[in-house]
């Protein structure tokens, strides 16, 4: 078919109001959500990396909490999230690494945070962290055994005795909570903790493990 481009003679006048438009008739509408939600991601980012620099102030962890609670799974897209930056977050803050693995539980990179978590050096905050997991967590029991084991391995390395006796009791305090909280069974490495009770057996911490593994072993009987 052929179109004719010969004109008729008649044109319909609202067809051409979008050529010379009334300024008049219309009003510019702006979403101003977009920079509040850019705005408060841009400061979450800013509080998951001060976070691994130095302790939060209670009001900068409590909105890292809720914004966890109420968005988690933005905020797993942040590289401040990756696993290499749990070892930072459980030194500075370990209450944010608990709830931030308890987030994750569910998730395949869980694992790769369980490892990371068992090869870091031993310290308070380290343990606070595993003890807290496993109050809400039902862990691999591989994961329980082995960083028990690392965390004994870890005082039999230590030289300084001052500082190897405070870990021993710090050890001893974990073992004890997870033991009471039939977090780990304790048959399965029953052997390594009398052992590492009976090496120190002058810290009164371990000699209360000890007497509990052996209640433990009479109750079995």
Same mark, same amino acid.
């Given at each position: 078919?052929?179109?004719?481009?010969?004109?008729?003679?008649?044109?319909?006048?609202?067809?051409?109001?979008?050529?010379?438009?009334?300024?008049?008739?219309?009003?510019?509408?702006?979403?101003?959500?977009?920079?509040?939600?850019?705005?408060?991601?841009?400061?979450?980012?800013?509080?998951?990396?001060?976070?691994?620099?130095?302790?939060?102030?209670?009001?900068?962890?409590? !909105? &890292?909490?809720?914004?966890?609670?109420?968005? #988690? *799974?933005? @905020?797993?897209? /942040?590289?401040?999230?990756?696993? +290499?930056?749990?070892?930072?977050?459980?030194?500075?803050?370990?209450?944010?690494?608990?709830?931030?693995? !308890? &987030?994750?539980?569910?998730?395949?990179?869980? #694992? *790769?945070? @369980?490892?990371? /978590?068992?090869?870091?050096?031993? +310290?308070?905050?380290?343990?606070?962290?595993?003890?807290?997991?496993?109050?809400?967590?039902?862990?691999?029991?591989?994961?329980?055994?082995?960083?028990?084991?690392?965390?004994?391995?870890?005082?039999?390395?230590?030289?300084?005795? +001052?500082?190897?006796?405070?870990?021993?009791?710090?050890?001893?305090?974990?073992?004890?909570?997870?033991?009471?909280?039939?977090?780990?069974?304790?048959?399965?490495?029953?052997?390594?903790?009398?052992?590492?009770?009976?090496?120190? +057996?002058?810290?009164?911490?371990?000699?209360?493990?000890?007497?509990?593994?052996?209640?433990?072993?009479?109750?079995?009987?």
């Amino acid at each position: 078919a052929v179109v004719s481009t010969q004109s008729t003679g008649y044109y319909d006048p609202d067809e051409l109001l979008w050529l010379c438009p009334n300024d008049n008739d219309y009003t510019f509408a702006m979403d101003t959500n977009i920079n509040t939600e850019l705005d408060k991601t841009g400061e979450l980012r800013k509080l998951f990396i001060l976070a691994q620099r130095q302790v939060l102030e209670p009001r900068q962890y409590e !909105l &890292l909490k809720q914004e966890l609670c109420e968005g #988690g *799974e933005a @905020l797993q897209n /942040l590289s401040s999230l990756s696993p +290499s930056a749990l070892p930072k977050l459980v030194d500075k803050n370990p209450s944010l690494a608990v709830d931030i693995l !308890l &987030l994750l539980a569910q998730t395949q990179q869980f #694992g *790769e945070y @369980l490892t990371i /978590l068992l090869n870091m050096e031993l +310290s308070l905050h380290s343990m606070e962290v595993v003890n807290k997991i496993t109050a809400n967590l039902e862990l691999p029991p591989q994961f329980i055994h082995l960083y028990i084991r690392s965390c004994i391995t870890s005082c039999t390395n230590i030289t300084d005795k +001052s500082t190897q006796h405070r870990f021993v009791r710090l050890v001893c305090v974990f073992l004890t909570a997870l033991i009471r909280n039939q977090v780990v069974n304790v048959q399965d490495i029953l052997i390594e903790i009398q052992a590492f009770c009976i090496d120190h +057996s002058r810290i009164r911490e371990a000699t209360g493990l000890f007497r509990l593994l052996k209640s433990l072993d009479v109750k079995e009987i």
